[in-house]
């Protein structure tokens, strides 16, 4: 897949304005500051498309791009801000938690990790919050030109161990090399066709 066409569509900040037209969705969510908006932009061809935060975790809003007026990419909050209370809902809570569970054109989450890090407590919790409501994800380990090449399946490895999950459901990626683009829009072009065979 060749991303020709991405524009900026809304933002929203809460609940009642998240929208549910039907368009295909791919979400990105992490950590502030591991790296989603450099990669939405590596993704789209596009140096400033998705602007990042000056102050991570400052950003709360949910911002919707179109992309190739077929799909499209939404940029989530991070979650770096939140404190995390004894049941661990403030982390979910709001508009972040309220979209996952809500949209009906979500296709997948990319959850975004930086691979020189062993997964945070917030990040197990986000892998067992889309685990416990079975919502389709994939882990993109952010930053692997921050690593040895000969390191980055070794970090591969310890988030899979971390987070319990198969290597198989990482893609290791880098905004400043391309490393893991192809792969990341070949994932996304397959279940596009995958959604246009069931229709």
């Known amino acids: ?97 309220e979209y996952l569970k809500q949209s009906i054109s979500l296709v997948t989450i990319f959850v975004l990790m930086d691979i020189r890090h062993t997964p945070s407590e917030q990040d197990r919790q986000m892998i067992d919050f889309l685990v416990y409501n079975q919502l389709p994800f994939m882990v993109i380990a952010t930053k692997t030109d921050k690593l040895a090449k000969s390191k980055v399946f070794a970090g591969v490895k310890a988030i899979a161990s971390a987070l319990k999950i198969r290597t198989e459901m990482i893609l290791p990626s880098s905004s400043e090399t391309g490393q893991g683009k192809d792969k990341i829009l070949n994932y996304i072009e397959n279940k596009l066709e995958e959604l246009n065979e069931q229709d």
């Open 1 to 97: 897949m060749i991303i020709k066409k991405a524009v900026y569509k809304t933002s929203v900040t809460s609940i009642d304005k998240i929208l549910n037209d039907g368009v295909p969705e791919f979400a990105f969510v992490g950590r502030s500051n591991v790296g989603k908006s450099s990669l939405i932009n590596s993704l789209c061809n596009q140096k400033s498309l998705a602007k990042a935060s000056a102050t991570p975790g400052k950003t709360r809003m949910i911002n919707y791009f179109d992309i190739n007026d077929s799909f499209r990419f939404v940029d989530l909050p991070g979650y770096g801000y939140a404190k995390v209370g004894k049941t661990h809902l403030d982390v979910w809570s709001g508009v972040l938690g």
